[in-house]
């Protein structure tokens, strides 16, 4: 099963959506109308269901081209098909062993942990609604992060290369190459991954993800920025944006910019709003020439990875020999890891 965020299919799904996302959070409707407009930008439709479609229809033609008999669901968190529904879909089909490939390569609360909830709660409405499942059990695993992958690494690289090569010849050599991923507040960063490593898991990664990306491409200097943030201004996200980020290397001399959202595996809604609508603004504001990277989710290497991780599934690797992300039924790695951390509003 291929496990996503979700996203709305049309004007009317938007608010709905919306809805989905916060649910429980509290968050001001206004808020959510205000967002909603991005939506509206595009008509209505956010592009991660079809890439995700996409992805699917390759990794099922990568399997039976490896002459692997699996057949490949899909679910999403917070719109059609919802995770719960997929699962029942699964079991009656007389699925009881599913491999779970999460849309997110990354450690942390939202990048790992919401995904072992989003396991659990299906298995929790599947036995509400298949009584039967409590003594014929399903069990699903999630697969591992895989951020630091090589098939990750290299079609990084690769659209790293291919976006500096769209810049002007002049500012090509010495543009500024900057990472970007989804921030997040700072205080659930703070409690990222297993206690004992000391917090952080998920900008950890992010940065030597970025360090990795830029040295197979052969960059020798590059930033780490983050985009997308939300919620009041008083509450503190991981930092710099990137349009902030932007204004400061033009004022810096930067002659241009090469912008890599090394945190997106596909071009989400907030790819395509916060980079190639308002980075992009920004940088034309400027006068500064920007080229973005592509996303990897398109690369032929990003699907050969997914076959790969179901490969080492089905030759019996275990989740503790299996890598960080990796274990069944919604269980965290470790106790205390990744908890979901609400951060305070200042007084």
Same mark, same amino acid.
């Given at each position: 099963?291929?496990?996503?965020?979700?996203?709305?299919?049309?004007?009317?799904?938007?608010?709905?959506?919306?809805?989905?996302?916060?649910?429980?959070?509290?968050?001001?409707?206004?808020?959510?109308?205000?967002?909603?407009?991005?939506?509206?930008?595009?008509?209505?439709?956010?592009?991660?269901?079809?890439? %995700?479609?996409?992805?699917?229809?390759?990794?099922?033609?990568?399997?039976?081209? %490896?002459?692997?008999?699996?057949?490949?669901?899909?679910?999403?968190? %917070?719109?059609?098909?919802?995770?719960?529904?997929?699962?029942?879909?699964?079991?009656?089909?007389? #699925?009881?062993?599913?491999?779970?490939?999460?849309?997110? *390569?990354?450690?942390?609360?939202?990048?790992?942990?919401?995904?072992?909830?989003?396991?659990?709660?299906?298995?929790?409405?599947?036995?509400?609604?298949?009584?039967?499942?409590?003594? /014929?059990?399903?069990?699903?695993?999630?697969?591992?992060?895989?951020?630091?992958?090589?098939?990750?690494?290299?079609?990084?690289?690769?659209?790293?290369?291919?976006?500096?090569?769209?810049?002007?010849?002049?500012?090509?050599?010495? *543009?500024?190459?900057?990472?970007?991923?989804?921030?997040?507040?700072?205080?659930?960063?703070?409690?990222?991954?297993?206690?004992?490593?000391?917090? #952080?898991?998920?900008?950890?990664?992010?940065?030597?993800?970025?360090?990795?990306?830029?040295?197979?491409?052969?960059?020798?200097?590059?930033?780490?920025?983050?985009?997308?943030?939300?919620?009041?201004?008083?509450? &503190?996200?991981?930092?710099?944006?990137?349009? /902030?980020?932007?204004?400061?290397?033009? *004022?810096?001399?930067? &002659?241009?910019?090469?912008?890599?959202?090394?945190?997106?595996?596909?071009?989400?809604?907030?790819?395509?709003?916060?980079?190639?609508?308002?980075?992009?603004?920004?940088?034309?504001?400027?006068?500064?020439?920007?080229?973005?990277?592509?996303?990897?989710?398109?690369?032929?290497?990003?699907?050969?990875?997914?076959?790969?991780?179901?490969?080492?599934?089905?030759?019996?690797?275990?989740?503790?020999?299996?890598?960080?992300?990796?274990?069944?039924?919604?269980?965290?790695?470790?106790?205390?890891?990744? &908890?979901?951390?609400?951060?305070?509003?200042?007084?």
């Amino acid at each position: 099963m291929v496990l996503s965020f979700g996203g709305p299919d049309g004007p009317d799904d938007v608010m709905p959506f919306l809805e989905n996302v916060t649910r429980g959070r509290g968050v001001p409707r206004e808020r959510l109308a205000s967002v909603a407009e991005h939506y509206m930008h595009f008509g209505g439709v956010s592009p991660i269901n079809r890439l %995700n479609l996409d992805i699917i229809d390759r990794l099922r033609t990568a399997l039976r081209d %490896n002459a692997i008999d699996l057949p490949v669901f899909f679910g999403n968190r %917070n719109w059609h098909p919802m995770v719960e529904d997929t699962v029942v879909e699964m079991f009656d089909a007389g #699925h009881r062993r599913v491999l779970v490939f999460p849309t997110s *390569a990354w450690g942390g609360y939202s990048g790992c942990a919401q995904y072992h909830e989003d396991i659990g709660r299906a298995l929790s409405a599947l036995a509400e609604r298949r009584p039967a499942s409590v003594d /014929d059990p399903m069990t699903l695993r999630k697969l591992p992060h895989y951020w630091d992958r090589p098939e990750m690494i290299e079609a990084g690289a690769d659209a790293l290369r291919a976006a500096r090569e769209r810049l002007p010849e002049d500012v090509r050599s010495t *543009a500024r190459v900057v990472f970007t991923a989804h921030s997040v507040p700072s205080a659930a960063d703070a409690v990222a991954g297993p206690p004992a490593e000391g917090g #952080h898991l998920y900008s950890r990664q992010v940065t030597a993800a970025s360090a990795a990306v830029a040295a197979a491409a052969g960059v020798d200097d590059h930033d780490v920025v983050w985009q997308s943030r939300s919620g009041p201004p008083q509450v &503190p996200w991981l930092e710099p944006d990137i349009v /902030d980020h932007l204004e400061a290397i033009h *004022a810096d001399g930067a &002659p241009g910019a090469v912008v890599a959202p090394v945190g997106f595996v596909s071009d989400h809604l907030e790819v395509v709003w916060d980079l190639d609508t308002e980075a992009a603004e920004k940088a034309d504001e400027l006068g500064m020439p920007m080229a973005r990277a592509a996303t990897v989710g398109t690369d032929p290497r990003y699907v050969s990875m997914i076959v790969e991780l179901i490969r080492d599934q089905l030759a019996g690797a275990s989740t503790e020999s299996t890598g960080m992300g990796c274990t069944d039924n919604g269980r965290r790695c470790v106790e205390g890891c990744c &908890p979901l951390v609400r951060p305070q509003r200042p007084s």
